[in-house]
């Protein structure tokens, strides 16, 4: 294996790990605040759905972006009055919040775009104007012919060149590193980098994170000190929202161009196993999805793997990331320990 081939499988993995990244972070701040929550899978297809469509049907990925925030929002709304305010079951509330996802956004993708459950391609093309075009007359009737015309902007995410990266491209090794692997994403990918420090420094470095934390391990010393408990883990729910909306959006408008039915293909899943692996740490969630992202990359790149004696089979290989988590699940549940409160709805005591 040489150097091209190990950074086009890195440039990969970076690549595939950032939607799990994103929606590892998304349930530690949940579960960090005592709310159990495997509705992510279904956050991620609702906020890649919105996205998509959003995107195709005005062409801005940023509208696309935002639309995807407020369609995980709204899944996170409702589990968050499902499990925090009426005080039901949180692993019932998340699998209702998959199914809801599922369904909806298969029948508003047929209804909308008549596609089969999927949204157009997101490229500059006539199949994407057919469906934009209609809008633009609307909203040119309503705001005036010059105020939609920002809405050129591109549908999908562009690349990012960081500084420099053409310049030491050619230095040996670490120039290929920084131009192909670290430069040259599109930016939810940086941000989703970003927020592992920033999410390490919320949770211990601020007060928010501290009644954050105690929320997950003991609400009723936190309602002792008079802080509400409802309010704290509300803000964790809707940060998992946030983080999910960004996840989805990025699958549909930044790795994919468009959604299709069940694009999120268990990620959701994986990155819950990938959180336990963490034990709940920020930079635990880093190299724990890290490592998903990587044996994905090593999957596409070799559907048979020949190992000389013997060839893995593509079956296998594509199976890997979801073995893993299989096994990940099984070794770790036990020795990964949650948050005390965490699944538990909080009673005030009077």
Not at 137 to 149: C, E, F, R, V, Y
Not at 243 to 262: P, W
Not at 292 to 301: D, I
Not at 305 to 328: Q, R
């Amino acid at each position: 294996m040489d150097l091209n081939t190990v950074i086009q499988i890195l440039d990969s993995a970076v690549r595939l790990m950032t939607p799990l990244l994103l929606a590892c972070l998304a349930g530690l701040y949940s579960e960090r605040a005592g709310v159990f929550d495997i509705g992510l899978e279904g956050k991620m297809l609702m906020a890649a759905f919105s996205a998509a469509a959003v995107a195709a049907l005005t062409g801005n990925v940023w509208l696309g972006l935002m639309a995807g925030l407020l369609g995980s929002l709204m899944l996170s709304a409702i589990h968050g009055l499902a499990s925090i305010t009426f005080r039901g079951n949180q692993l019932i509330s998340g699998v209702a919040m998959n199914f809801l996802a599922s369904g909806l956004t298969v029948l508003l993708g047929q209804k909308i775009f008549g596609l089969g459950g999927r949204t157009p391609t997101l490229t500059p093309g006539a199949e994407l104007e057919a469906q934009v075009t209609p809008f633009r007359i609307w909203l040119s009737g309503i705001t005036g012919p010059d105020a939609a015309g920002w809405l050129t902007a591109t549908p999908r995410l562009s690349d990012i060149t960081l500084p420099l990266a053409e310049t030491l491209r050619p230095v040996p090794v670490i120039g290929p590193l920084y131009a192909e692997v670290i430069s040259g994403h599109s930016i939810l990918v940086y941000v989703a980098f970003l927020m592992v420090p920033l999410t390490w420094w919320v949770l211990y470095r601020t007060r928010f994170g501290l009644r954050l934390r105690a929320v997950g391990e003991n609400p009723a010393s936190v309602d002792t000190a008079g802080v509400s408990v409802t309010r704290l883990r509300f803000a964790a729910v809707a940060i998992a929202g946030l983080l999910c909306g960004l996840a989805g959006a990025y699958l549909a408008t930044g790795l994919s161009a468009g959604f299709v039915k069940e694009m999120t293909a268990g990620r959701g899943f994986i990155a819950l196993a990938a959180l336990i692996f963490a034990k709940w740490r920020p930079w635990g969630a880093l190299g724990a999805t890290f490592l998903f992202g990587l044996l994905e990359a090593v999957a596409n790149r070799y559907p048979n793997l020949d190992l000389g004696i013997v060839t893995v089979p593509s079956m296998f290989m594509n199976a890997l990331p979801y073995i893993l988590t299989v096994i990940i699940l099984a070794g770790f549940v036990g020795r990964a320990i949650p948050p005390r409160a965490g699944g538990e709805p909080y009673v005030k005591e009077r």
